[in-house]
């Protein structure tokens, strides 16, 4: 089968039902499928479980499928392998990449840690594997205060990639970490004018924001918090509309729980691109899903010489938080 472009290049019969040829293949080969919230709706409401990446690490050491297919991106397909090694970890398109993890290098973070002896390595989990090998602890949006906040307060941290939730940890604890200067391109994006103008026309909507922001839309929040965060929020306010500043495939489950309420994408400041989509996201289609289940490919490696040392700080994030 050809997988040379990452994903398996074989036609899909127009004619099938995707949704239903795809449930079957999940029952035929006891596989479960993953899908993060920002993939889009149609892959959300046909996958077993969709969550945060907090919550889609948490799930994957549990499960006791053969298969399991990461719809998200590639970091996400590496973490669900890191944790589970025997089993057969799918991801429908690898070139579904991510702008942030691509900002630290692995020997670029090897350099940073040199140059600063006597700091604990804290990575975000949007970072490679190599990267993870190198770290002492990750976090992800959903726990990265309370990880931080359980390490002694004179610890000297190095914090990396992204730069706005490092910044965001800094300004909540008073700690004064080394940051790295990463950032993803579409939670960079957002602008505070456009969300002003919005606030005009919408004076009662709540304002969430994904600490991945940076400060000047931060501060204009009424939430900051990872995607289940903003979503939990969101179910148990009393407001009826939200302006939301993370990426747009949140919109889809927020509009599911919460039909009577009105959710609106905060724009970004180019208002002529769709930079509130993750494009690396974006590439899990259903055509794509199919073929994965249909031909197991493509799959997920992680080096072995790294895979233990990427799992230690992972499994140390999962036993705090
Ligand atoms: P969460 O940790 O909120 O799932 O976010 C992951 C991500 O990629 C944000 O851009
Ligand atoms: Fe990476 Fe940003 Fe996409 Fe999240 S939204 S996966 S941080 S590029």
Redesign the pocket.
């Known amino acids: 089968m050809n997988v040379e472009k990452g994903f398996v290049d074989a036609p899909v019969d127009s004619s099938l039902d995707l949704a239903a040829e795809i449930r079957k293949l999940k029952e035929e080969k006891n596989a479960v499928v993953l899908a993060?919230?920002?993939t889009v709706g149609a892959i959300q409401d046909l996958a077993d479980f969709v969550g945060?990446?907090?919550a889609l690490a948490r799930i994957a050491e549990k499960l006791d499928n053969d298969i399991i297919v990461m719809c998200g991106v590639h970091f996400m397909g590496e973490t669900v392998k890191i944790l589970c090694p025997a089993k057969k970890v799918l991801v429908p398109d690898l070139n579904a990449g991510?702008s942030l993890a691509d900002s630290c290098k692995p020997e670029d973070l090897r350099s940073f840690i040199e140059a600063h002896p006597g700091h604990t390595v804290v990575s975000y989990?949007?970072t490679s594997a190599a990267v993870k090998a190198l770290t002492d602890i990750v976090v992800?949006?959903?726990n990265a205060m309370k990880v931080v906040s359980s390490l002694p307060a004179d610890e000297k941290i190095i914090f990396g990639p992204d730069r706005n939730l490092g910044n965001y940890i800094n300004s909540q604890t008073g700690r004064e970490m080394l940051l790295w200067d990463g950032a993803?391109h579409?939670?960079e994006q957002f602008s505070l004018e456009k969300i002003l103008e919005l606030k005009k026309q919408h004076p009662e909507a709540k304002v969430l924001v994904?600490p991945?922001c940076p400060r000047q839309v931060r501060i204009v929040a009424d939430k900051v918090g990872?995607?289940?965060v903003l979503l939990d929020y969101a179910v148990a306010s009393d407001s009826r509309e939200f302006i939301v500043a993370t990426?747009s495939g949140i919109l889809h489950e927020m509009r599911k729980r919460c039909p009577e309420k009105a959710f609106i994408p905060a724009p970004p400041a180019d208002s002529t691109c769709a930079c509130n989509d993750?494009s690396y996201m974006k590439l899990n289609t259903l055509e794509k899903l199919y073929n994965t289940l249909l031909y197991e490919q493509p799959e997920v490696h992680v080096d072995e010489a790294i895979i233990d040392d990427a799992r230690r700080p992972i499994v140390r994030m999962l036993e705090i938080s």
């Open positions: 993060h919230y920002y945060d990446s907090l991510c989990v949007n992800t949006s959903g993803c579409v939670h994904h991945e990872s995607t289940a990426e993750c």
